[in-house]
């Protein structure tokens, strides 16, 4: 990998170095750079988000492991833009703050980086690597390993509290039926770990829509499809896991017809039951789903009980693998 003499005289390579420590890979990269050019510029891609799966480390974490090999290097952030262009446009802006307008400037970035995004004024050369190593794979195994030291603890520490606080977002699906008595019912599901009953639900999946998450943990949980969920409203719930901290569940209540077959318990549901939707079923329910279940009471107990198609007043299969 060799770098003309003749070529600008200030170099500034874009990346994101999301690593503990410099790689093979980037170390390559910086020596020929550097080597070859009186002043060079690292710009560290920074993403709005804080602390996450594919960006873990702030600017400043990474500035301070680059400047510890490469004092020399001028190290600066390009923040992530909604396009290439207003991206473009920022990091053509701040070159030509650090540099002035008359500066002879060149671009670089290895396989796989900014320079198909890049829209601005610069001339850009991709520099052919020798060694290769995936932050990405790092990054899964530094996470499958904890040590014993202050220093890990205190990073630990530091990326939990540099989060931003969370609305967990969950979905409770209400199935509902009308029995040949014309009481409205509701199925609920109870896990062996608690003395009551609940809605069936659960987390939404990343890039999950909130009625897609609503058939899935359904099917997940009573082992039948539901027709198309029809929202509610939202809730805080008053979680036990989470009443000491400072994210919290909000959950999105769903309200649906099973399209067909019987219930059968799922995933940690271990026990189905349909109950008629009144007043004695908060006795029944555990006191997360209470203010959930009388909202339905309250408002659309009426409207259940002429719309929903009715059945028969049967059981659904209960225990898992028990018909009752």
């Not at 790092?138 to 030291?149: A, D, E, M």
């Not at 009573?222 to 000491?244: C, L, M």
């Amino acid at each position: 990998m060799k770098i003309d003499n003749n070529k600008p005289t200030v170099a500034c390579l874009v990346g994101r170095f999301q690593v503990d420590e410099l790689h093979e890979g980037h170390i390559q990269l910086l020596d020929t750079i550097i080597k070859n050019h009186s002043k060079t510029i690292v710009f560290l891609g920074n993403s709005p988000c804080k602390c996450t799966t594919r960006n873990p480390l702030d600017f400043e974490a990474r500035k301070l492991m680059i400047a510890e090999v490469y004092p020399d290097a001028i190290i600066m952030y390009i923040p992530d833009m909604y396009t290439d262009k207003a991206w473009s446009d920022r990091l053509d802006s701040q070159i030509k703050d650090l540099t002035g307008v008359n500066a002879k400037v060149r671009l670089y970035g290895s396989r796989d980086s900014f320079i198909s995004h890049y829209t601005g004024k610069y001339e850009c050369e991709e520099l052919e690597q020798i060694s290769f190593a995936s932050g990405t794979d790092r990054r899964n195994k530094i996470c499958q390993k904890v040590k014993g030291t202050k220093d890990f603890r205190m990073g630990v520490i530091w990326a939990v509290m540099n989060q931003y606080p969370k609305a967990l977002p969950t979905v409770d699906i209400m199935a509902v039926r009308t029995s040949k008595e014309g009481a409205t019912q509701v199925l609920l599901g109870k896990r062996h770990s608690e003395p009551k009953y609940r809605i069936c639900g659960g987390f939404v999946s990343p890039r999950e829509t909130l009625e897609d998450a609503a058939r899935r943990e359904f099917r997940e949980e009573a082992g039948v499809e539901i027709h198309e969920p029809q929202y509610i409203k939202s809730f805080v719930v008053d979680d036990w896991r989470y009443r000491s901290e400072v994210d919290a569940i909000t959950t999105s209540l769903f309200m649906a017809e099973i399209k067909h077959g019987t219930p059968v318990p799922g995933d940690d549901i271990d026990h189905l039951k349909w109950f008629d939707l009144n007043g004695r079923i908060v006795y029944e329910i555990v006191d997360e789903h209470k203010p959930l279940i009388q909202y339905v009471i309250d408002n659309f107990t009426k409207k259940y009980a002429h719309s929903v198609p009715q059945v028969e007043k049967t059981s659904c299969l209960t225990d898992k693998g028990v018909r009752q």
